[in-house]
């Protein structure tokens, strides 16, 4: 089993939908979650950041926690076409140094 | 937000030289940087965890004597691709940490010839 696995794509949603993103992880000692964004050729960029059971929003955004189920999830609601891109989970890893493993990436559109 | 530069963006290289690539934390100390490499629509692969003043940590299947880290400074961490393939040729990104959240440069793309 893969450490950190997402959901496979592309996902295409109509502008204004809401877009699902889901994220399953491995190590159960886990204890911080992230979502980023990247644009092709571009470096990934922070969405939300979460630590505890349950729901975080920010903005369109909303990214949900379940430890008992090793799943992670990111809502984006309103998508617009500038939400077209990858988004990458990663996963801090319970280790002597904290490593962050990341997803696969789910690629998403939205089409206008 | 905490900021992460790499030097250079973007480089070329013939096969058999080497390359050096930069990391800085700008506004903040960073015991730990994190080397990833990306290949064309995939993800970030984690290379290795660089720690300030001790060997840096290698992932499975990554040749610590190809890939070359020094953790000199609390700002500064440094990966030289030493006798570069075009195999190599890749995005590497270098990530530094602060107490909680993660904070990405903005890449290096190298292509060896």
Redesign the interface.
Known sequence: QKEVEQNSGPLSVPEGAIASLNCTYSDRGSQ?F?WYRQYS??????IM?IYSNGDKEDGRFTAQLNKASQYVSLLIRDSQPSDSATY?C?V?MKTS?????????TSLSVIP | GAVVSQHPSRVICKSGTSVKIECRSLDFQAT?M?W?RQFPK?????MA?S?EGSKA?YEQGVEKDKFLINHASLTLSTLTVTSAHPEDSS?Y?C?A?SA????????TRLTVT
Do not use: H
């Open positions: 911080s992230f050729g571009k470096s990934p960029e922070l950041s990458l990663a801090r140094y904290d490593k962050v493993i990341f997803g696969p990436g | 730990t994190f990833y995939q993800s970030l692969m984690l965890t720690n940590t995005f990104i990530s940490t909680i959240e993660q904070y990405f440069g903005p890449g």
